[in-house]
């Protein structure tokens, strides 16, 4: 236990100013990873959300699920593929500009910015982060979503799926999202056999590229697969 650590932000890098007193004193100390500027920044999912896919319901919805949802599990190809995504935050502008720090400029260190809420609700069999192709990879320098994994100490399940090199996601219309071709291959299907599977990813945004790869791991005999994404935009 050290009294008095200065931790710096890593987000914003400014230093966390930790309280002393008898309770910090004679408790387990968890460790501060964000100030409380920037936590107050990040915005959790809280309230009624879409039963599938974490997004906070409003009026377009049918029961407790959203529209997008709806449409999705109304399609004989995808329904029942992905059972369910968690996320942590609401994708606000603040979360986006953190995301591209980390994903595009490679602060990695980011990663472990969200270690402790990662870790808390995070559960499964096989936790394959969803991979990016070779020159992507290349590009970047690492796999975000791995990342996630690594900075919450949670050992990853690599080389199940490989990517083929497409355009960026973030350069396609949502409709051509929605509409993709099929971009990933299964390698090896003997760790996932009748076990739950959660792929891990960093947005979720129409839910196609989770589904793509669910639906390669649900015909390679995993039991169930759920996704987790840092945030719901």
């Known amino acids: 236990m050290n009294l008095f650590r200065a931790d710096r932000c890593l987000l914003c890098h400014e230093i966390i100013n930790l309280?002393?007193?008898?309770?910090?004193?004679?408790?387990?100390e968890k460790e501060k990873l964000l100030c409380s500027d920037c936590e107050g920044k990040l915005q959790p999912i809280l309230g009624e959300t879409c039963r599938l896919c974490c997004r906070i319901l409003n009026e377009f919805r049918r029961e407790d699920l959203c529209i997008d949802c709806v449409r999705w599990e109304e399609d004989?190809?995808?329904?029942?593929?992905?059972e369910r995504n968690i996320s942590l935050y609401v994708y606000?502008?603040?979360?986006?500009?953190?995301?591209?720090?980390?994903?595009?400029r490679g602060d990695y260190v980011i990663a472990k910015a969200f270690a402790n809420p990662i870790k808390?609700?995070?559960?499964?069999d096989v936790f394959i982060p969803i991979p990016l192709s070779e020159e992507r990879l290349f590009e970047r320098g690492f796999n975000q979503?791995?990342?996630?994994?690594?900075?919450?100490?949670?050992?990853?399940?690599?080389?199940?799926?490989?990517?083929?090199h497409t355009e960026k996601q973030s350069k396609k219309t949502r409709n051509e999202r929605i509409h993709l071709p099929q971009v990933f291959q299964i390698t090896e299907d003997t760790k996932i056999y009748g076990k739950k599977v959660v792929l891990i990813d960093d947005i979720y945004t129409t839910g196609s590229t989770l589904r793509h790869a669910a639906k390669l791991l649900k015909e390679a005999g995993a039991k169930s697969v759920?996704?987790?994404?840092?945030?719901?935009?």
Not at 92 to 104: G, M, T, W
Not at 145 to 164: F, H, K, Q, W, Y
């Open 19 to 28: 309280p002393v007193g008898w309770v910090s004193l004679f408790s387990p």
């Open 76 to 82: 004989p190809e995808w329904q029942g593929v992905l």
């Open 92 to 104: 606000n502008d603040f979360l986006k500009e953190v995301i591209a720090r980390f994903k595009y």
């Open 120 to 124: 808390e609700k995070l559960i499964g």
């Open 145 to 164: 979503s791995e990342a996630l994994l690594s900075g919450a100490g949670i050992p990853a399940t690599l080389g199940i799926l490989t990517r083929v």
């Open 226 to 233: 759920e996704s987790f994404t840092l945030a719901r935009g």
